[in-house]
């Protein structure tokens, strides 16, 4: 049995979504967004960790600082990113 849960991590922005099913055993993390090219984000931890999103580092134009803005408080198991840079 898992259950599914729904944050907006950024209150006033509309461009990030997070979904988290919780099992268990372990916890599925899931970051949509439309911030820059459209992504997603998959991530596989223990049932204990939380994903944290600093909002004014994801919407920064630096790249280097965006990159630092999504942190799990313990090491994900696996972590799958996908930008799409067409959408017809």
């Given amino acids: 049995m898992f259950q599914i849960s729904y944050q907006n991590l950024c ?3 509309n461009d990030v979504v997070y ?3 919780n099992g268990s ?3 599925i993390h899931y970051v949509y967004s439309s911030n820059g ?3 997603v984000l998959i991530a596989r931890t223990a049932t204990n960790s939380r994903l944290q999103l ?3 580092q994801f919407h920064s134009s630096n790249a280097s ?3 630092r803005s ?3 408080t313990r090491p994900p198991d696996a972590v799958m990113v996908l930008l799409f840079n ?3």
Avoid: E, K, W
């Fill in 11 to 13: 209150d006033g922005y």
């Fill in 19 to 21: 979904v988290s099913a």
């Fill in 25 to 27: 055993r372990d916890t």
């Fill in 37 to 39: 090219l459209p992504s």
């Fill in 54 to 56: 600093n909002c004014s």
């Fill in 65 to 67: 600082v965006a990159s």
């Fill in 70 to 72: 999504i942190i799990f």
């Fill in 86 to 88: 067409q959408v017809r």
